[in-house]
């Protein structure tokens, strides 16, 4: 009992460092993303954080299996390189009993990544898709902020406002550039710029917003072209376009897992069996750990690390490709997913009694050239 909980801490010690660092590096790539979205004004930036809270178990159900693997590899390479795992088996640790030990926390683990895969995650794909679409019901007003050029998420519009008063309603020092294109718009007829003392919003009865600016100049076509012509205006009012709003949420990763039971649909049946194999995943990991964290104390611990990783890309690469070949019907469902994992558990049982039986004909060949 001793030894299993010496092991288990060093695994799972080793699993939250890694498992953390993973899902800083992830998280921090994807942040990124929606910065740059919010410094376009296509998000609003209040909701970024909220944003990453509920993609959080989308990323841990990925990150855990790989955190699991890394740790075993890290943690049981450690005890081999200071000939703890030497003392181990000279006590009657064998590989078996070691891997039956490591499988205590790696069922904690599978549990963990099965409740994110199969409730956790489907529902925060599910609310970042309700928050994005509240985000395309945004107006220019809503997400403009002083002092930044912010280009419409079409890219036909740049507008630009030194001063915004704080219920989002009166600016001063407008700029707005938008391109203007012939009637089936396969031409572009050059930009046509406003410039504004100042302006505010104006909704009409129909619900239409409309930016009232006054005391400025609007500027149409190329400067030295013949069209070119400049208007001096006291009120000049410019349509805001309307948002297009989705309330339908299309995405298979927000589908609930009990709406994916029983369905016939290719893409529903191929994403149950990826939720479910992820919990798989775990267990499949930890038997090709266990047999590639042995590492000779002269070789290092880093010697089987590269292959190691490179090994287990292979098998969630192949577990992703065959999702998306079920998907497009390449692949027959009954086959489904299963046989990749069938492949990985070939390979690791292969692992774990390869080294054994190659040291039994060593000592068996040092026997006979010794008798």
Same mark, same amino acid.
């Given at each position: 009992?001793?030894?299993?909980?010496?092991?288990?801490?060093?695994?799972?010690?080793?699993?939250?460092?890694?498992?953390?660092?993973?899902?800083?590096?992830?998280?921090?790539?994807?942040?990124?993303?929606?910065?740059?979205?919010?410094?376009?004004?296509?998000?609003?930036?209040?909701?970024?954080?909220?944003?990453?809270?509920?993609?959080?178990?989308?990323?841990?159900?990925?990150?855990?299996?790989?955190?699991?693997?890394?740790?075993?590899?890290?943690?049981?390479?450690?005890?081999?390189?200071?000939?703890?795992?030497?003392?181990?088996?000279?006590?009657?640790?064998? @590989?078996?009993?070691?891997?039956?030990?490591?499988?205590?926390?790696?069922?904690?683990?599978?549990?963990?990544?099965?409740?994110?895969?199969?409730?956790?995650?489907? @529902?925060?794909?599910?609310?970042?898709?309700?928050?994005?679409?509240?985000?395309?019901?945004?107006?220019?007003?809503?997400?403009?902020?002083?002092?930044?050029? @912010?280009?419409?998420?079409?890219?036909?519009?740049?507008?630009?406002?030194?001063?915004?008063?704080?219920?989002?309603?009166?600016?001063?020092?407008?700029?707005?550039?938008?391109?203007?294109?012939?009637?089936?718009?396969?031409?572009?007829?050059?930009?046509?710029?406003?410039?504004?003392?100042?302006?505010?919003?104006?909704?009409?009865?129909?619900?239409?917003?409309?930016?009232?600016?006054?005391?400025?100049?609007?500027?149409?076509?190329?400067?030295?072209?013949?069209?070119?012509?400049?208007?001096?205006?006291?009120?000049?009012?410019?349509?805001?376009?309307?948002?297009?709003?989705?309330?339908?949420?299309?995405?298979?990763?927000?589908?609930?897992?009990?709406?994916?039971?029983?369905?016939?649909?290719?893409?529903?049946?191929?994403?149950?069996?990826?939720?479910?194999?992820?919990?798989?995943?775990?267990?499949?990991?930890?038997?090709?750990?266990?047999?590639?964290?042995?590492?000779?104390?002269?070789?290092?611990?880093?010697?089987?690390?590269?292959?190691?990783?490179?090994?287990?890309?292979?098998?969630?690469?192949?577990?992703?490709?065959?999702?998306?070949?079920?998907?497009?019907?390449?692949?027959?469902?009954?086959?489904?997913?299963?046989?990749?994992?069938?492949?990985?558990?070939?390979?690791?049982?292969?692992?774990?009694?390869?080294?054994?039986?190659?040291?039994?004909?060593?000592?068996?060949?040092?026997?006979?050239?010794?008798?």
């Amino acid at each position: 009992m001793i030894v299993f909980r010496y092991l288990s801490r060093e695994v799972l010690v080793t699993l939250s460092a890694v498992s953390a660092v993973l899902l800083v590096i992830i998280m921090s790539g994807r942040f990124i993303k929606y910065l740059a979205q919010a410094a376009q004004g296509v998000l609003d930036p209040s909701v970024l954080f909220l944003i990453m809270g509920y993609r959080l178990p989308g990323f841990l159900q990925l990150i855990l299996p790989l955190g699991l693997f890394l740790g075993i590899l890290l943690a049981y390479g450690r005890l081999y390189l200071e000939s703890e795992m030497t003392v181990l088996s000279a006590t009657g640790m064998s @590989q078996q009993r070691l891997l039956g030990m490591t499988m205590a926390p790696a069922a904690l683990v599978a549990l963990l990544v099965a409740w994110l895969s199969l409730g956790l995650a489907p @529902q925060g794909v599910t609310q970042v898709a309700k928050i994005i679409n509240q985000q395309d019901a945004l107006t220019e007003f809503d997400t403009l902020v002083p002092g930044r050029f @912010q280009t419409l998420r079409d890219g036909s519009r740049v507008t630009y406002t030194e001063q915004l008063s704080d219920d989002r309603v009166n600016l001063g020092g407008v700029f707005i550039s938008e391109k203007r294109f012939n009637q089936d718009k396969t031409k572009d007829r050059g930009p046509s710029v406003l410039v504004a003392e100042k302006g505010h919003q104006q909704v009409n009865a129909d619900g239409n917003r409309y930016l009232i600016l006054e005391n400025g100049y609007r500027y149409d076509g190329n400067p030295g072209q013949a069209d070119y012509r400049a208007i001096k205006y006291d009120t000049y009012g410019v349509l805001l376009p309307k948002p297009e709003v989705s309330e339908e949420i299309t995405e298979r990763e927000a589908i609930p897992t009990s709406q994916l039971i029983g369905s016939d649909g290719l893409r529903e049946r191929a994403e149950l069996q990826w939720r479910l194999s992820l919990p798989l995943l775990v267990f499949v990991v930890t038997l090709l750990a266990v047999p590639l964290s042995r590492v000779n104390p002269r070789q290092g611990r880093f010697l089987k690390l590269l292959p190691a990783i490179l090994l287990y890309m292979a098998y969630l690469t192949m577990l992703i490709a065959v999702r998306g070949a079920l998907e497009k019907g390449k692949l027959p469902i009954g086959l489904g997913i299963w046989w990749v994992h069938g492949l990985f558990l070939s390979i690791g049982l292969g692992l774990m009694y390869w080294e054994p039986l190659r040291l039994k004909r060593a000592a068996r060949r040092a026997e006979v050239a010794h008798g």
